[in-house]
């Protein structure tokens, strides 16, 4: 089944917009797992166990598990939440970026080693960093587009004053990406909650492509907001949280405050509907 499909049929069952980002913070663990990093595997796979009833997808974000040398930990929660909950799809936030030779290696280590539905990548270095990717056809790619940060205006919101109508850079890859760059129908873009408007402008010129939304929750972005900006007939979004729902306890009761925080974010996004 490829990432498309996946990701619809999550979304329908769990009746859910929402992504559990899995970002973890040894410092910001429960208390008796702090700073231990072990127990980075078991720690992500309880929030596996107590929120995959409330998402339509997984967000991995590789730098927190690299950073303290834990890919290891890192494909075993994949292989786990390929069998716990197998409908849900993966994610991995890598926002890889190179030339064609390298983005071979990483789109076989993002595909192939860690077996992701979907990574996250950095346009950037323009189509032939892209194309690799495009090679696995059942696999989804999300391209940066107009991130969730403030430094996101340096260069997403420059216009570009040799293209016709001077588009700001975002929408310039909006339309590369929902037009020519789109061979595959493979492609998807990162837009921030924390611009609904700029949301709203990405969907208008990219009608039909998926939306993967961070910024609710630890960032202040406003999900209703995503929502109404972001979802259309036959444009998918996925709106993810991560440290709000990870972190909402420090004590052992972490899953359980976990599970209700998914689940009150879910709410909030299906209200936005
Ligand atoms: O524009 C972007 C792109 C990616 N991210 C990633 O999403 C999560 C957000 O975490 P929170 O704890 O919910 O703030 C994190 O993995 C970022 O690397 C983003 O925030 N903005």
Redesign the pocket.
Same mark, same amino acid.
């Given at each position: 089944m490829n990432f498309a499909d996946m990701l619809r049929g999550a979304t329908a069952r769990n009746h859910s917009l929402l992504c559990v !980002?899995l $970002?973890p913070e040894l410092g910001r663990f429960p208390v008796a797992m702090r700073g231990n990093t072990r127990k980075i595997y078991g720690f992500c796979a309880r929030i596996v166990d107590a929120t995959a009833d409330f998402v339509c997808a997984f967000?991995l974000?590789v730098a927190c598990f690299s950073a303290y040398g834990a890919e290891r930990q890192l494909e075993r929660l994949i292989e786990y939440i390929r069998r716990t909950v197998p409908h849900i799809p993966v994610i991995l $936030?890598a926002k890889r970026g190179d030339i064609g030779s390298t983005a071979v290696q990483y789109a076989r280590e993002a595909f192939e080693r860690y077996d992701a539905d979907a990574v996250?990548l950095s346009p950037f270095m323009g189509f032939d960093s892209i194309a690799p990717y495009l090679a696995y056809p059942d696999k989804g790619v999300f391209l940066?587009c107009r991130? @969730? #940060?403030p430094g996101?205006d340096d260069l997403q919101n420059q216009r570009l004053a040799d293209i016709d109508g001077q588009p700001r850079l975002y929408e310039h890859i909006a339309h590369l990406a929902q037009g020519p760059w789109n061979r595959n129908g493979q492609l998807g873009l990162?837009v921030?909650a924390t611009y609904p408007q700029e949301i709203a402008r990405v969907r208008n010129i990219a009608p039909t492509l998926p939306l993967l939304i961070?910024?609710? !929750? +630890?960032?202040g972005g406003d999900a209703a907001a995503a929502v109404r900006a972001g979802l259309r007939d036959g444009g998918a979004i996925i709106v #993810? @949280? @991560?440290? +709000?729902i990870l972190y909402a306890s420090e004590g052992t009761d972490f899953a359980i405050a976990a599970c209700k925080q998914a689940g009150r974010t879910r709410s909030v996004l299906d209200e936005a509907q």
């Amino acid at each position: 089944m490829n990432f498309a499909d996946m990701l619809r049929g999550a979304t329908a069952r769990n009746h859910s917009l929402l992504c559990v !980002g899995l $970002d973890p913070e040894l410092g910001r663990f429960p208390v008796a797992m702090r700073g231990n990093t072990r127990k980075i595997y078991g720690f992500c796979a309880r929030i596996v166990d107590a929120t995959a009833d409330f998402v339509c997808a997984f967000k991995l974000q590789v730098a927190c598990f690299s950073a303290y040398g834990a890919e290891r930990q890192l494909e075993r929660l994949i292989e786990y939440i390929r069998r716990t909950v197998p409908h849900i799809p993966v994610i991995l $936030d890598a926002k890889r970026g190179d030339i064609g030779s390298t983005a071979v290696q990483y789109a076989r280590e993002a595909f192939e080693r860690y077996d992701a539905d979907a990574v996250t990548l950095s346009p950037f270095m323009g189509f032939d960093s892209i194309a690799p990717y495009l090679a696995y056809p059942d696999k989804g790619v999300f391209l940066l587009c107009r991130t @969730s #940060n403030p430094g996101g205006d340096d260069l997403q919101n420059q216009r570009l004053a040799d293209i016709d109508g001077q588009p700001r850079l975002y929408e310039h890859i909006a339309h590369l990406a929902q037009g020519p760059w789109n061979r595959n129908g493979q492609l998807g873009l990162v837009v921030g909650a924390t611009y609904p408007q700029e949301i709203a402008r990405v969907r208008n010129i990219a009608p039909t492509l998926p939306l993967l939304i961070p910024g609710v !929750g +630890a960032q202040g972005g406003d999900a209703a907001a995503a929502v109404r900006a972001g979802l259309r007939d036959g444009g998918a979004i996925i709106v #993810n @949280s @991560s440290r +709000a729902i990870l972190y909402a306890s420090e004590g052992t009761d972490f899953a359980i405050a976990a599970c209700k925080q998914a689940g009150r974010t879910r709410s909030v996004l299906d209200e936005a509907q």
